[in-house]
């Protein structure tokens, strides 16, 4: 794996996640749809709301669950979003370093 450039980590087992119930709804929304953020060259900055309504379309989710639902899935998105910029920052400042030696 380390030749595809793959590292060992991304292979572990992630740790069970506990999901409050009433929120299994907002947790598979995002889940299934982790991988649509809007962006830009400074990188992420925002979950699609355009694919979450089509989800919840398909689920036939209206009215104020709806909006109840978005809510706890920006809640979601905003904790992901902040973990990503650390991540970023941390790579640019190990780039950093690495220019400087």
């Not at 740790?15 to 009433?22: L, M, R």
């Amino acid at each position: 794996m380390k030749r595809l450039g793959i590292p060992v980590e991304a292979l572990a087992q992630p740790e069970p996640v506990f999901i409050y119930p009433g929120h299994e709804d907002a947790y598979q929304l995002f889940c299934d749809h982790a991988d649509q953020w809007r962006s830009h060259m400074g990188g992420y900055y925002a979950f699609d709301a355009t694919v979450a309504y089509a989800w919840m379309d398909s689920e036939g989710i209206e009215g104020k669950r709806r909006n109840e639902l978005w809510r706890e899935v920006r809640q979601i998105a905003g904790g992901a979003l902040a973990i990503m910029r650390e991540q970023m920052e941390e790579a640019q400042r190990k780039a950093s370093a690495n220019r400087s030696h």
